[in-house]
């Protein structure tokens, strides 16, 4: 039987120190402002920008959510990137994905000054990442926060076998490289994948984002691996649940995250300790 | 017995392409110049200078080496570096490391304009590298030539297990994500990884960059795996060698690239195609 971990719980405890840091930045005279550019009208994206906006007011950071048309061009998205690099009082902006299909969305992430990169996805920032050069450099919320997690738990990842499932911008290759910087022996794995499940059975920590539902499955787990499940998928009756199967994983695994509550809170409490870390460095 | 990669007669051909290319240009009224800044008295780093040197005078792509002392500081060749970034006569840059200690390699690395980065260093580039978006972006040299080998001998990586040995930023890490980008199942070993022999034994594809000789012997390699050899070592007598055990890993390699004569000269040949590039992409 794993020990489960309680993301929700540690994300309270890093909102609980960024909403220290967000005070003696105020009273330093210098309010943290994040700024989030939510364009057209996707559903989950509006819920997104909300819960973001709400945990920045929650922490006491400045939050400004700058909604745009659908049928924005992309001169117009970037000339509104432009101007929020040059606002003194912006500190971090977001655009959140997907944009819509007239915007080329790594157009729009070149653009972001790297500076007020909140996602950390401007290359120079997924680059400094896999040069293993990250003094003052943001990087992606979802897989550093798996870090923290990794860290709260004291697992060691040191020469550690380490699989990760999925290659995505966002999630997979920013994980990779904090996994490989933490000198763990790196396997990235996707849906070219020969005999997945020879290459997962091997994992000691296995961070799992496919976006399918129960994707990974008790077989494919190594008795004693630390289990990091980053899907948000629905069940079959519309339940929230993650990639691993989670009732049966966990009767193998060392440590194991559950959906919800484990990986998802996590990821926008660093966006906001990101925000906090991108004013204190631009100070 | 395997198929021997021929990696002098493969950049020869390159180079042919190349001095075409540059005839081209310069019809157009554009001559390529490759600017290499040498810091110090460095004996390999004075070879591998001149080496550069001729094959550019070979190609007829213009060739400046700037030969700085060691005790220059950080500041002035950070300023050189800026008066060559300005230089609308300068299309590549290259400052040949290592540096001397006085120096910070990796300021000096983000210092060069990205659109002039001869060796594909530069963290936007690598970023740009690892997010798959490479349209006009340089990437490091040594995996580039690697590539146009599987290319040339026509191996196919989509779905194979591929395996680098060595993180490095010139090779281990930038080899990854161009395997991981042509669709491979990419794993990265180094120095802390455990049981390295039952991931190189898995690997179909085999990358070896350790710069120790003769580190892979034939019972760490898989029946009919390709076997790429970045080494350029000394062994006990003092000749030259790779870090591959050539003589028995050939006997189980469907493919294996020799050493001399393998990837080496093909490090070079990139670095003018890539020069040439650079020039293209900035008329």
């Known amino acids: 039987m794993s020990q489960i971990i309680d993301g929700k719980s540690l994300a309270a ?3 609980a ?3 220290v840091e967000t005070e003696q ?3 330093n005279g210098i309010t943290p402002h994040l700024v989030v550019i939510l364009v057209g009208e996707d559903g989950a994206s509006q819920i997104y920008v909300r819960n973001k906006e709400r945990r920045a007011q929650k922490l006491g950071i400045k939050s400004t959510v700058i909604k745009m048309d659908s049928d924005t061009t992309e001169k117009e998205l970037l000339a509104k990137i432009h101007e929020l690099n040059q606002d003194v009082d912006v500190n971090a902006i977001l655009v959140q994905m997907p944009l819509p299909k007239q ?3 790594f157009k729009v992430i070149m653009a972001i000054d ?3 990169d909140a996602d950390g996805f ?3 920032n997924v680059g400094r990442l896999f040069e293993n050069e990250i003094a003052q450099t943001p990087v992606a919320c979802t897989p550093q926060g798996i870090m923290e997690m990794f860290k709260k738990y004291q697992i060691s990842l040191d020469g550690k076998n380490a699989v990760v499932v ?3 911008t966002i999630v997979g290759k920013p994980m990779a490289a904090l996994l490989l910087n933490a000198n763990a022996t790196v396997t990235v794995v996707h849906s070219h994948t020969k005999d997945l499940k020879e290459i997962t059975k091997k994992a ?3 961070v799992v984002a496919t976006g399918i539902a129960h994707f990974i499955k008790a077989d494919q787990v190594k008795d004693g691996a630390v289990v990091i499940d980053v899907g948000m998928d629905r069940d079959e009756n519309g339940k929230l649940t993650g990639d691993v199967d989670f009732e049966k994983v966990q009767e193998k695994a060392s440590f194991i995250t559950p959906v919800p509550k484990g990986v998802g809170p996590m990821t926008i409490s660093m966006l906001m300790k990101q925000t906090i870390d991108l004013t204190r460095w631009s100070v």
Chains 1, 2 share one sequence.
């Open 25 to 27: 930045l105020k009273q």
């Open 204 to 206: 000691d920590i296995l």
């Open 17 to 19: 120190q960024t909403m």
């Open 13 to 15: 405890e890093i909102d």
């Open 166 to 168: 999925g290659r995505s």
């Open 114 to 116: 790297p500076k007020k």
């Open 103 to 105: 915007i080329d969305e």
């Open 122 to 124: 401007h290359p120079v």
